[in-house]
Structures are given as structure tokens and as C-alpha cells.
DNA sequence: GAGGACATGTAAACGGTTACATGATTAC
DNA sequence: GTAATCATGTAACCGTTTACATGTCCTC
């Protein structure tokens, strides 16, 4: 897969970012959806700028702390990442534990699984809250007289994270509903 | 993690097995969240059956083939089984390479990207019959007398499938809607 | 004084994917 | 004759996770 490669292209192509940056967004901003560690980012970004797809834009010095590397993206890093874009993109299949979990939920009392049942409601619950925030934020500075602007596509994804956490929700409701009868 | 583990286990609950069938049940009955491989499979059956999670429970022999070693779960692999069940469970991120495709949709022609879209649609409709002929499969050999029956848990996780994948639709459809005006 | 944020990176371990190896049978 | 199915297993690789290492500033 080696789709680091092209989440970070992801990121960068919105606005010149440092090593450290691109880790937070991932974590923050790609919240529903990707996330990474210190270990795949460093490394990643210096193959990337050995293979010209980002350069050096700046290097911010605070004296005290390790300086601060701004990488850009190139043209060819550009065309790479809209090339990916435009490919073929295999299946993928949800893989949730929790879910393997209530695969077993006859071989357990149900007044146990119920708490269990409503943890997760909760923990996704918490979610929803945080992308609706997110897309509202998003809204406030969305350019609507721009049909390219980046902001509408990310609207787009996190779209997808709200309606996937209300259907987690219901879904968890229902459950909870079916054992206690 | 090492989930792999108690995937089996919960296949192995239900009936005794050979590695050969969990491999094959994983990528098919478990299909909408779970899967492995052979050499995940037998390496970790090994181990079960050292750690007497599970036995043998007999030897098939078909002369031209290799045997067929059919395992079945101990006492102590359910307890096992139940404890992981009731345990607590991390929160996992979706991790879809289409949505992080979908993140950079303000770079390319909307008109390249909706015959993506329109592709991803059509995988995950072939998914949604997929899990709708399950669902009907399972309603049928469901023992509606037994409310502990496995066959009823196994009905609610791909009901899971079947909501994910009609917002995966829904969701596909918006955007190309979006993307056309 | 402890812990977190900032900022770079490395090392070790783990889990999963793909491919390989063997070998007879059955279906196209 | 080619490919798929059954049935066991191993080997190599790759990506991810967790932990480590350094060091200062700022907040509680």
C-alpha cells in the first residue's frame, strides 16, 4: 500500500508543512480517518525529498529547540499525488474488534454486554461531537464563491465520519434494545 | 493487539475446525470485518493448542491430502474468549484509502473523479447484495425459540455491514451529485 | 517539581500481506 | 492442459505501533 506516502502528499498539498506538522494534522485534522507516528514520517520525508516530490522551503530556528524543517511540495510531487488520486483503489474491509466482539455476545450474560454496548455508544458519541464541530468550523471559513476550494473536500470526508458515527450509535441503541428484551 | 487470536477462538466457538476452514470462514462468513492467512492461521493454532486454549479433536485422512486437523476450543480458551469479550476495547480509526483520495478532490477534474466515485458505488452495492443474501441465509436457519442462539449475533454484525455499506453508497452518490453542479 | 508541548529522529517488535512449496482431484 | 479446490505449512517483506533519546520552555 504504502499510502503514507500519499497522506502526507495529502497534506502538502494544501500548504508547506514541517515533519512534526504533518504528524499533527494526521492525528487532528485527518482525525476520522488516518493517523501516524514520528517513525513514518521522518524517514518518509526525506525519501520524498531524495526523490524531488518535496523540497526544503524554510528552516525555522527557536535556538533551544531542533530546527524547525518546512517542506513544500514540487510539481512532481503534484502530479504524483493526482496520478494516485485518479488510480484504482483496492476494497477495504472494516476490521473493528468491537465488532468481533459482539460476533460472541451469545456466549456472555447480557446484562454484562449491555455496559460494554453503551461504553462504546458513548465513545462514539464523543466523536460525532468532535466532527461536527470540526464541519462547522470548516463552514466558517469555507470560500463559497471558490468550487475548488480545499475546505469543501474536507467537509466531504468528515461528512462521511458523521454519518458513520450516528449509524455506529444506532446501531450500538439497537443492540442495547435487543438484549434487554 | 494480536486480535488474531481471539478471532479464531470466536470461529472455533462455535464448532470445532480445522485451520483450514477458520481461513476460509474468516474470508467469507466474517468477511465484512475480519480476515487472515494460512500463515497466520496455523502458527497461532500451534501456540493455542501448546497453551491448551484448544485440542485436537480429530484427524481426517483423505490419503491424497494432507490431513485435515480439526481442532476444537478447551474450557479454559472459552474463559479466555469471555474475559477478551468483556474486556475493554480501544477506539480504531477508519483508515479508508478512498476517503483520503476523496480529501484531495478539489485538485483533479470533477469530471475525472466522478467515474471514481461511480465505481466505489458499484463495489459496495455488490457488497450490500453480498450481506443482504447473508442476512436472509442466516434469518432462515435461525432458531427463533433460542434466544441465545449464535446464528442471532451473527445476524446483528452483518446488519453492521449492511448500514456501513448503504452510507458508503449514500455518501458516494452526495458527492457526485455535489461534484456534477 | 511534574507533565505537556514543541521538534527532531532511531530502534525494536509486532502483525499482516504476498508469495512460495507440495500434491492429488475435479471441472472446464 | 489449465485452473480451482482442498490442506498443510514456511519465508520474506512491508507497514504500523510502541518505546526510546535529547532538550528547553511553559503551565499547573
Not at 10 to 18: M, Q, V
Not at 64 to 87: D, F
Not at 144 to 155: F, G, H, M
Amino acid at each position: 500500500m504504502s499510502s503514507i506516502r500519499f497522506a502526507m502528499l495529502t497534506l502538502l498539498a494544501r500548504e508547506p508543512l514541517s515533519g512534526y506538522d504533518i504528524k499533527q494534522q494526521m492525528n487532528s485534522r485527518m482525525g476520522p480517518f488516518w493517523k501516524a507516528g514520528s517513525n513514518q514520517v521522518y524517514p518518509e520525508l526525506a525519501k520524498m525529498d531524495e526523490e524531488g516530490l518535496v523540497v526544503l522551503h524554510g528552516v525555522e530556528q527557536n535556538d533551544y529547540r531542533p530546527a524547525r524543517k518546512v517542506y513544500k511540495m514540487t510539481e512532481s510531487g503534484l502530479q504524483e499525488l493526482i496520478r494516485w488520486t485518479l488510480g484504482p483503489t483496492e476494497p477495504e474491509i472494516i476490521r473493528d474488534e468491537f465488532l468481533l466482539k459482539a460476533y460472541n455476545s451469545w456466549l456472555v450474560e447480557f446484562e454484562e454486554m449491555i455496559p460494554r454496548l453503551e461504553e462504546k455508544k458513548k465513545e462514539h458519541e464523543e466523536k460525532l461531537t468532535i466532527y461536527l464541530d470540526k464541519v462547522n468550523e470548516l463552514n466558517d471559513i469555507l470560500d463559497r464563491s471558490n468550487p475548488r476550494d480545499p475546505i469543501l473536500s474536507s467537509i466531504n470526508v468528515v461528512e462521511f465520519g458523521i454519518e458513520y458515527e450516528k449509524l455506529y450509535i444506532k446501531w450500538c441503541d439497537n443492540l442495547i434494545e435487543k438484549l434487554k428484551s
